[in-house]
């Protein structure tokens, strides 16, 4: 069994930083993707950033409407993602999940998807 936990998020003014972070725990014998989605209120879920690697490349993938501002990193030793963001606006209100693809221990050859719980992102003045 694996899980996602989630700290950081809050509320800031337009312009302001936040920054995230996910720790991965549990089974696990390998990580391939992880990183960050969001939901606002009355809309479906949208990618922020992901990145994923191989033994010796970490590659990264942004939402345009967030390059340039949000800056993800990982620590894999630490199983640990996080998301730096800056110069944050109104339009960043939302939920932000984790997300992680996971193969097991009990089952090494199968990656699956897991999502953390979610913590909430207000950008208001």
């Known amino acids: 069994q694996v899980q996602l936990v989630e700290s950081g998020g809050g509320s800031v003014q337009p312009g302001g930083s936040l920054s995230l972070s996910c720790a991965a725990s549990g089974s696990i014998f390998h990580i391939d993707t992880m990183g960050w989605y969001r939901q606002a209120p009355g809309k479906t879920r949208e990618l922020v950033a992901m990145s994923s690697n191989n033994e010796t490349t970490m590659y990264t993938n942004y939402a345009s409407s967030v390059k340039g501002r949000f800056t993800i990193t990982r620590d894999n030793a630490k199983n640990t993602v996080f998301l730096q963001m800056n110069s944050l606006k109104p339009e960043d209100t939302a939920v932000y999940y984790c997300?992680?693809?996971?193969?097991?221990?009990?089952?090494?050859?199968?990656?699956?998807?897991?999502w953390g719980e979610g913590t909430l992102v207000t950008v208001s003045s």
């Open positions: 997300y992680a693809s996971i193969a097991t221990v009990e089952m090494f050859e199968i990656f699956r998807d897991n």
